[in-house]
């Protein structure tokens, strides 16, 4: 095993004479130079050097056994990167493309002189020292690229949901993504979501862990409430099984999931509507639907349609809605005054109000399918940037009974304690159980699983300040046995808490 920084070196020869003449040699001329090993046949060679790896290595062709040329062979496979010199006593025109085949640095004919010796050792360090350069500078790009690839891939699906199809932009992308095949990217998209209210960044953040895990694919940011994942190939059988399983281990089986057609460059848009209207199919063909408050006021009147949609957190029918009257016929102005308001509504900033306006105006051909998926997609990337919720939770259910917001309300104020459904209840001014099937009705969720999430949101929170322990944090956040809190946390996020926090970092 390498013990010291020096340049190491191994050498092997079938003669004892051999070995320590050039000991004796390459001491004098290269004292800086660490003479690692040394072997008398192929086999021992093999396992020396796999025990010491050497920097550079000097090898006799004839040996028994095992040839320098076949010993060669071995140890490039357990040391690609040592510097290789052959020694032999006939030169051979055979040997030599052998050998030179295998990487070998040089090949020299006995008797070797000091001055030949000296000049190619010499050659050698160098040769060495411009593969640890270049080594470090793959690494470096390597390290780089992984830096920048979250960014890399979130740019690939905006452009493939939202940008021009013929731009150069997407190729571009695709290429450094290594999606690109015979000058083409292939694959389909799947969509995720939740019906009621929008995933969490902890939710997104397992649901790729997993899926990446087990599916080559690239999940993107979320739009507007629905989770986009990119997936190269024709394998839509396996895509759904990986979704189905991924969703199911990390007890995430509300969530609803659907697969677009396979599409090629010009028409990964269309499998982005492809998913999300068989997702909306899928929605609205169920056997039990609970009421949606005020839509059947709504009558006739899109606009105000699409207002409820939006209050009740439903962005897949907002969509959909949004859509049918972009193809009716709705021009830019109405539907940029629209984009504005439901932004408005979401607590958007005038500059978000006016740049989800402003997105629609740039789609001026209106009544054509094409722009009206994509003024449909334009308005859900504006809401999208705003925020789910609000820091007691109850933004997320903007259409829910007001006594259910008031109990979340009281759960972001005592999460620390020890608060149960009964004490909820009566903040609520409800019975416990009247109060437990609002949340299944209006959350998808029990009061149970609402409490652990946030708990363990707030969790986050503290672990990303750094400024107590997992044990403090527990108790902080209404866990008296450190055990129990780590438990919950790695059922709800994948992870423990200590797992969480080096990921983060």
């Known amino acids: 095993m390498k013990t010291e920084n020096r340049t190491s070196i191994y050498l092997v020869d079938d003669e004892q004479p051999v070995l320590d003449g050039l000991s ?8 800086e130079i660490r003479i690692c090993g040394t072997a008398r046949s192929g086999m021992d060679a093999v396992k020396g050097i796999a025990r010491e790896k050497p920097d550079i290595i000097i090898m006799d062709v004839r040996m ?6 076949d010993t060669l062979r071995e140890v490039n496979k357990i040391l690609p990167g040592a510097v ?23 090949y020299l004919v006995k008797p070797v002189s000091q001055e030949i010796l000296a000049e190619t050792l010499t050659g050698a360090l160098r040769r060495l020292e411009d593969i640890k350069n270049s080594t470090l500078r793959e690494a470096s790009e390597r390290e780089r690229f992984e830096s920048t690839r979250p960014l890399l891939e979130a740019g690939f699906i905006w452009q493939a949901v939202l940008g021009d199809p013929r731009s150069l932009l997407l190729q571009s992308f695709g290429e450094l993504l290594g999606l690109v095949e015979d000058g083409n990217i292939r694959g389909h998209f799947a969509v995720i979501c939740r019906e009621k209210y929008w995933l969490t ?17 690239i999940p993107g940011p979320l739009l507007g409430g629905i989770l986009p994942v990119f997936v190269p190939g024709e394998k839509l059988n396996r895509t759904r099984d990986t979704l189905r399983n991924v969703l199911e281990v990390l007890d995430m089986r509300e969530l609803r999931y659907s697969l677009g057609y396979v599409a090629s460059n010009n028409d990964l848009r269309l499998s982005w509507s492809q998913a999300l209207t068989a997702i909306q199919r ?22 105000n349609l699409m207002l409820q949609q939006f209050r009740d957190g439903n962005t897949l029918k907002l969509r959909t809605a949004f859509f049918e009257w972009a193809l009716a016929g709705a021009d830019k102005t109405e539907r940029a005054v629209l984009a504005g308001a439901l932004c408005a509504l979401a607590g958007a900033d005038t500059e978000k109000i006016l740049a989800a306006g402003k997105l629609q105006t740039a789609v001026t051909t209106t009544g054509t399918r094409e722009t009206a998926e994509y003024a449909a997609d334009l308005l859900i990337s504006a809401l999208s ?3 789910a919720s609000g820091e007691d939770g109850s933004e997320a259910y903007p259409g829910s009974d007001r006594r259910i917001r008031r109990a979340l309300r009281f759960i972001a104020a005592h999460y620390s304690e020890p608060i149960s459904l009964e004490d909820t209840a009566a903040y609520a001014e409800l019975s416990p159980a009247h109060l437990s099937r609002l949340f299944s009705a209006e959350t998808g969720s029990t009061f149970s699983s609402q409490l652990a999430r946030y708990r363990i949101t707030r969790a986050c929170k503290e672990l990303s300040e750094g400024k107590l322990s997992v044990k403090e944090i527990a108790g902080a956040c209404g866990y008296s046995d450190a055990n129990y809190f780590s438990r919950a946390f790695k059922k709800i996020l994948g992870l423990s808490p200590t797992e969480w926090m080096e990921r983060k970092q």
């Open 24 to 31: 004796v040699t390459l001491g004098k001329i290269f004292p």
């Open 64 to 69: 028994p056994g095992m040839s320098g040329v």
């Open 84 to 106: 290789s010199i052959l020694l032999t006593a006939y030169e051979r025109f055979d040997i030599a493309k052998d050998a030179y085949a295998l990487g070998v640095y040089r």
């Open 201 to 217: 960044q902890e939710e997104i953040a397992a649901i790729q862990r997993e899926l990446t895990n087990h599916l080559v694919c």
């Open 282 to 303: 899928e929605t609205e063909n169920e056997a039990v639907r609970p009421p949606v408050p005020g839509i059947r006021d709504a009558g006739t009147d899109k606009v």
């Open 385 to 387: 940037i705003l925020p």
